[in-house]
Every structure is written in structure tokens, then in C-alpha cells.
């Protein structure tokens, strides 16, 4: 069974950085992409970033460019997110999702392409 975990969130302020893990603690994952997303108060969850089974492949929500980094052991099912420059914009619950497809290229940025989230780690960024 998928059981995706996250951890990293917290408390920070502008400018501050963090960095967000994601682990399959099943360990039943197959060859799937994985993927960031987040979710603000009375906001739609929106892709941020997200990287393909091989690494190879990298997507960022043109918010996080320039400022956040998708990482992931190649050919395993851990994925990190670095983030730098926060901004209180950038506030909100961060969610790890991952996709049931088992193709190493493949990156969706849509949710409703994704089969497996965690639960989700808040974090807030004050002015």
C-alpha cells in the first residue's frame, strides 16, 4: 500500500528557507512520477513542482522558478523540495502526491493525474 509521508513544514519568515521531504513509506511505489502541490485558504491546490521517476524530468509552477529546487533519489521514491526566498505568498499546506502510472519519463502537473497524496504539511511564511 502507498502511504505517502511529508515532513519539513513550519514557520519562517520572508526570505527564509525550508525544505520539504517525501517518502513512499509502503514502499510499494512503483516507477511513478511525484510531484509538489499546495493548497492556500480559499484557494484551488495548484501544481508547484514536480520530478519524473529518473530525475531526468523537472516541472515548476512559474512561482517557484528561480526559487525552488525538485529533487528525488533517482529510481526512488523519495522526493525533496527546496525552498528559498519564501515569500508569505507562499503560504499555504504543501501536499506530495504521486501517480499510479509506472512510465520513468513521465510528469504530469495536473492533480487529477495523480493517484496518491500524503497528507499534507502547512507551511506559513510571515512578513
Known amino acids: 500500500q502507498v502511504q505517502l509521508v511529508e515532513s519539513g513544514g513550519g514557520w519562517v519568515q520572508t526570505g527564509d528557507s525550508l525544505t520539504l521531504s517525501c517518502t513512499d513509506s509502503g514502499g510499494t511505489l512503483g516507477a511513478s512520477a511525484m510531484g509538489w502541490f499546495r493548497q492556500a485558504p480559499g484557494r484551488e491546490r495548484e501544481f508547484v513542482a514536480g520530478?519524473?521517476?529518473?530525475?531526468?524530468?523537472?516541472e515548476y509552477t512559474d512561482s517557484a522558478k528561480g526559487r525552488f529546487t525538485v529533487s528525488r533519489e533517482s529510481y526512488k521514491n523519495t522526493v525533496y523540495l527546496q525552498m528559498n526566498s519564501l515569500k508569505p505568498e507562499d503560504t499555504a499546506v504543501y501536499y506530495c502526491a504521486a501517480e499510479a502510472i509506472t512510465v520513468p519519463v513521465h510528469l504530469p502537473t495536473s492533480s487529477g493525474q495523480y493517484d496518491y497524496w500524503g497528507q499534507g504539511t502547512q507551511v506559513t511564511v510571515s512578513a
Open positions: 520530478a519524473s521517476w529518473n530525475g531526468r524530468r523537472k
